[in-house]
């Protein structure tokens, strides 16, 4: 029964009773229209937001020094709300987005995996992580039971708004290569103290992070169920990444250099630990060859050196020359040989005639 039609037949039931002197019958003036949600609504709603000290971040497992070395610059704490469900949410300003997906690679746990369909998101059961441009966005669900995946999805895209693109991607670190490469275990690191929680037993001061480096870290699987870890610093200039090697090398000792390998290649200085032995790392560290990026399993060729480039130079310079030349000698033949045709063949003709000293009339009046 429509309300339409409901409230049109209890306005003529009380016209007919109020006619009759009878009152509206109970079962009639009790009833009322009913409006039954078929779809909820899957909103989660801004309950408040306000600017948050750094000491906050020790709920969040979170350190202000790191933080000020990805250059944050503003907190901003929220709680979002569902039903009887309440997200917090901590919104951190990076210096930039790599910084941010720095950020969000350093936070990561094991158990996090990717959102599906949704890029730079990483969540369990209880909490995410997110990069959205320069914001790094952390989300936790309080304990009130398990919501269901739509209106986790949902409090993402309320929380990040927009996704990301692909080309979010060309603002950030180059990935290191994939093979064999342990998911989850990617780390982008700016400063010396996130350095030490990952490398703990390397010299990170030495990494010179003052002079603009940055640092990559990455478990490889090793066969056997042994893995090992790669660290790749990348510098501005090769003469900056050739003294920070000599830096680094002095600084591991023997007793370091031993269980770490590393080697320098133009900007970057590769380090690789945990290996089963150090050929075994030699060898792993043989699979990368780096052009401007690194890259992984490629085909060996001599890498040229700046000699070698100066040659090649040269004689292609000189080639160039040979050529002109060659060209310029073909060019005055043709015209000689043409000349001399033209005496043989044509002696009349006006251009013959006129090379041999023949008269120009000029007819003026």
Known sequence: MSSRFLSGYLVLAWLLADLAGVGVPDAIAQEKPTVVTIVPRLDWQLQSSVTADPSVLAHWGGDPAIEREYGATAL?????GF??????VLVEQASD??????????????????????LLTLADSRKALLVRGALFIRISLRDQGTLPEAE????LLTVGGPLPSERAFEQLPTPLPSHDLVKGSEKYILGPLAAARELPSLPTAQFGFEEGAELQTAAYSAGGGRSLMLAVLNYPTPQIASAAFDLISKSLGQTLASRVSARRQDTYVLMVMNAPSQVAAEHF???????????QD????????????????FVANGILIVGIALLSLAGGLVVFVSKRLARKWFANSIWVQGEEGGMILLNLR
């Open 97 to 118: 987005p790599s910084a941010a997906y720095g950020l969000w690679t350093f936070y990561r746990t094991p158990d996090m995996t990717p959102v599906r369909g949704m």
């Open 152 to 155: 986790d999805r949902t409090l």
């Open 285 to 295: 560290l043989d699979q990368f060859k780096v052009t401007k990026t690194i890259t």
């Open 83 to 88: 039903e009887g469900h309440t997200a917090d």
């Open 298 to 313: 490629q085909t060996t060729e001599d890498e040229s050196t700046d000699v070698t480039a100066l040659l090649r130079l």
């Open 76 to 80: 901003t704490a929220r709680t979002y």
